[in-house]
């Protein structure tokens, strides 16, 4: 529940003992009385097309609602959401049966719980995960097709369920969006949103065939391309304009040390435009400075790239040293910021990169497409030998293969005792197939893990129907949001694929809320 000691508004935010104030952006609320006309009229509307805008939009159709219009400012779809990873973290699953997996949705709220330190939102994060199966089966029903399933860092079984990509996500949901009569738009985007006298939403204020700018350090405010159009909704507005990751200026103002050579896994259309035009308008937001690092990204390659598959997969059945050391220095399936922080201990500015092994059969469990995209890139390399191996990357070698043997020790004891944890780190460890996996056999595959700003826990107070709060704590009227653009489902740290569950089980909550209040209201 919503805890008021612990939550805090962007106006009181504190980071690393630093006060910030709120930033002081220059617009107004617009008021409708400033709308000459309106260009077109819709039952809804959602912004973002993403994974929450594009369950938001589909959940509205579900529920009957057929004027709906869904718009993103890029000139394509999906945002962060299409090319992530893609993964679901759902507790209880056919596939999970299939495999042979024990999980509980209080297993994974335990784990959430712990990766955030406790300041999420208990109540959200309950509602999230307990809903997590029957979106599961929704998406399967709207043509997502799930592969297999894994286990992200911070998780305590594998959970993390896999359609391929993000996009293989998006695409069937969007596709079927079109197929149930929905309008989607690009090249669109959402100026200002327009309230009446009673501060309900009535509307946005848009401009159409936008042209983004590519430049990373240009401020959108200051593109004024595109053609101003004024929208008319009669039943809400949902907001599903994702994250801030790649806005070196914005994301500065509650993490400092996110410098402009810091690079993110973000497309670069994920700016604070939105979130500014909404701190303007009184909206209350929380855990701004939570801005979450990911490491199971390659050093070698920008944005989210192609290896990231491989080195997921070798955090669970591989071992990650120190180059200079030979010696491991962080449990390899702890959570994001646990592992971040210590790769960035070490780096040295960007001079000392770990190095993350995995054998030929650890590579197995890789999908061979993923696998072979991240080798083709070079943010994957092979090796014949442990020696090419130590050479390439100059690993110290004596103590490396030393911590090489005890590692592959601890491996063989967590196959006799599943409740087994190393020594050095604390670790456990989870079998493949029934088979637990060392790191052993010729060929042996490397990887250059490098953190890149990737998710912000921080953003709009809702409540787990995705109605927005003002500063004030009141709920503003046809307002909703969702996906990332929100706050207070992951507190201070995100567990790997639980963005995805969040996004989803909250796009398809918004979407129902709005839908089940305008029918109501209009007595369909």
Known sequence: MFDLPRRRSIKTLTCLGAAFALPNFAFGKMSANDVKRWDEEFDAIVVGSGFAGSAAMLSLLDSGLKNCVMIDKMQYLGGNSAYSGGSMAVAGTPIQEREGIKDDPESQIKDTLKSGHNLNDLELVREMIYEGPATFNWLVESGVKFKWVSRSGGHSVPRSHSAGAGSYITRPLQKTILQKGGAIKTRVIMDEIVYNDANEVVGIKVREKYEFNFDPKIDEKENKSGQIKYYRCYGGLILATGGWGADLKFRQMFDPALRDDVLTTNHMGATGYTAQKLIADDI??????????????????????????????????????????????????????????????????????????????????????????????????????????????????EPFLAQLERYNSFVDEAAKNKDYRDPEFNRNFSPYKGKFIKVEKPPFFASRPGPKVHHCMGGVKTTIDCEVYNNDMQIIKNLYACGELTGGRHGFNRLGSNAVLDCLVYGKRAGAKLAKIYNEKRGA
């Open 284 to 397: 209350k937001f929380i855990d701004m400075q939570y801005i979450q690092r990911m490491h199971v990204t390659s050093a070698d390659e920008p944005f989210f790239g192609f290896a990231y598959r491989w080195i997921t997969r070798a955090y669970a059945y591989g071992i990650m040293v120190n180059p200079k050391t030979g010696l491991r220095f962080v449990n390899e399936i702890a959570d994001r910021k646990v592992g971040s922080d210590a790769i960035w201990a070490m780096n040295e500015n960007g001079k000392n990169h770990p190095v993350l092994i995995m054998d030929m059969e650890g590579t197995k469990t890789v999908d061979v497409k993923d696998f072979q995209r991240g080798l083709s890139v070079g943010a994957i390399k092979k090796f014949d030998s442990l020696d090419e191996l130590i050479a390439h990357y100059n690993i110290n070698r």
